[in-house]
């Protein structure tokens, strides 16, 4: 079993900046593609973003494209969204997942490609 802790998280204003990393710490076992989704209150899980597992492929959710950055340091199993010019609409809490093996018939916006996820960590956006 894989477990992932999030970080990073809390309160910003309209148009701050946010990072939050995601660690696998002590893990030995194989991860693939990583993700983050997000859930606000009263709304389902949504796609933020994805990284393949070689690290040389990204996909964004349309609401994010240009002001969020996912990167990730397969040394450390670890995996990084730098959110920039953050909105109200951010607000939500976020959740790192992780993939055991590339699933190559599930999207990267599907959460069922991913094996393990964290607890999450709560983005509170102020205008």
């Known amino acids: 079993q894989v477990q992932l802790e999030e970080s990073g998280g809390g309160s910003a204003q309209s148009g701050d900046s946010l990072r939050l990393p995601c660690a696998a710490p002590?893990?030995?076992?194989?991860?693939?593609?990583m993700g983050w989704f997000r859930q606000g209150l009263g709304k389902e899980r949504e796609f933020v973003a994805a990284?393949?597992?070689?690290?040389?492929?990204?996909y964004y959710t349309d609401s994010v494209k240009g002001r969020f950055t996912i990167s990730r340091d397969s040394a450390k199993n670890t995996v990084y969204l730098q959110m920039n010019t953050l909105k109200p609409e951010d607000t939500a809490v976020y959740y790192c997942?992780?993939?055991?093996?590339?699933?190559?018939?599930?999207?990267?916006?599907?959460?069922?490609?991913?094996?393990?996820w964290g607890q999450g960590t709560q983005v509170t956006v102020s205008s």
């Open positions: 997942a992780a993939e055991a093996y590339n699933k190559f018939t599930y999207a990267y916006q599907a959460a069922g490609r991913y094996d393990y």
């Open positions: 002590g893990c030995t076992l194989s991860i693939s593609a």
């Open positions: 990284i393949s597992g070689n690290g040389t492929r990204t």
